[in-house]
């Protein structure tokens, strides 16, 4: 594990500029550079042959640079026009055509699992199982300030356009915050070779996606439309879901320094319990590798950071404000 973990310190630190593009806060938005401090450590990301952007093995890229639009190699805060900002910005999170240089990123694996089938069914991509893909990254090996949560964009922007402002209150204040999903953007071309592992959902549904969560199976059967369902489903799992150990053979599809953030993802799509002992002896069986250590005493959450790591993206997931 210590070699592991040096190994992946050190690719890290291997990053050229020209794989990534930073977000660098203008001086007038001082208070966003503390944000880069709260970025959970996995993220997720649905995609398919039809998306606006481009995903493989090696890099992500937003609509804007995959078209090789020069734009895509500025960072927003250097840019004058903040309404342009702000604008595009809207577009990208309400799904719009136009000019877009963000990608985006979910620290909800139930959200990004839900999408599968949204994506499945859409009249606008309408992909097969074997050619959409979740995409698993380990933000603690990029660069500092690649990623934002999309909420404090939000907030960086919406004195300039009402309609952010309006996205904002849905997102936090209606409904008790239950629209909130988690999203972090990236911007124009990131290079993800060696920072991430990719399963092809056909290859999750061999292995047991259905038997994790059965309403899976049922939403293969969406009808074909322009706008088929995503968020209601995922906030009637948040509340319905329960735990299968056959979560096991799932995260057996991913790579071995993957298994155990996989694992704890799935299990933050639950309702949360103080304790569960099935849950636990679940983390203490083989397959796993990493840096998550179990302490001695495993009912003592303080002291575990496989818990703590746990508890941190499930924050994410159901609260994140």
């Known amino acids: 594990m210590a070699l592991?973990?040096?190994?992946?310190?050190?690719?890290?630190l291997?990053?050229?500029?020209?794989?990534?593009?930073?977000?660098?806060?203008?001086?007038?938005?001082?208070?966003?550079?503390?944000k880069f401090d709260n970025i959970p450590r996995y993220l997720f990301r649905v995609y398919t042959p039809r998306s606006c952007g481009i995903t493989d093995t090696s890099w992500t890229k937003s609509k804007n640079s995959r078209y090789g639009n020069q734009a895509s190699r500025h960072d927003i805060f250097a840019r004058t026009d903040d309404k342009a900002v702000a604008a595009m910005l809207h577009r990208h999170l309400m799904w719009q055509k136009g000019d877009d240089n963000f990608?985006?990123?979910?620290?909800?694996?139930?959200?990004a699992l839900v999408y599968i089938f949204?994506?499945?069914?859409s009249l606008r991509d309408g992909s097969e199982f074997m050619d959409i893909h979740l995409c698993i990254i380990d933000t603690t090996r990029f660069a500092r300030g690649?990623?934002?949560r999309g909420l404090d964009l939000i907030q960086a922007y919406r004195v300039v356009d009402s309609n952010l402002a309006q996205t904002e209150e849905l997102r936090t204040r209606k409904h008790g915050g239950r629209y909130y999903f988690g999203e972090y953007l990236s911007q124009g071309a990131l290079r993800i070779e060696g920072k991430c592992d990719i399963v092809s959902a056909s290859a999750l549904i061999d292995q047991g996606l259905f038997d994790l969560q059965p309403a899976f199976k049922e939403f293969t059967q969406w009808p074909k439309?322009?706008?088929?369902?995503?968020?209601?489903?995922?906030?009637?799992?948040?509340?319905?879901?329960?735990?299968k150990i056959c979560s096991s053979s799932i995260t057996q599809l991913f790579g071995s320094r993957w298994r155990l953030p996989m694992?704890?993802?799935?299990?933050?799509?639950?309702?949360?319990?103080?304790?569960?002992s099935d849950i636990l002896n679940f983390f203490k069986g083989t397959g796993f590798t990493g840096s998550l250590l179990f302490c001695h005493d495993l009912t003592d959450a303080n002291q575990c950071r496989w818990r703590q790591e746990l508890m941190l993206q499930f924050e994410d997931e159901n609260h994140g404000l």
């Not at 592991?4 to 890290?12: A, G, H």
């Not at 990608?103 to 959200?111: A, D, E």
């Not at 949204?118 to 069914?121: D, E, F, K, R, W």
């Open 4 to 12: 592991e973990s040096l190994e992946d310190q050190l690719t890290s």
């Open 14 to 34: 291997n990053l050229s500029p020209d794989e990534y593009l930073a977000y660098n806060p203008s001086k007038d938005r001082p208070w966003l550079l503390q």
């Open 103 to 111: 990608v985006s990123w979910t620290s909800s694996l139930l959200f």
């Open 118 to 121: 949204h994506l499945h069914a």
């Open 146 to 148: 690649v990623f934002l």
């Open 225 to 243: 439309a322009f706008a088929p369902p995503w968020v209601y489903p995922v906030l009637k799992l948040r509340d319905e879901i329960r735990h």
């Open 263 to 276: 694992a704890a993802n799935l299990i933050a799509s639950l309702p949360y319990r103080e304790e569960d």
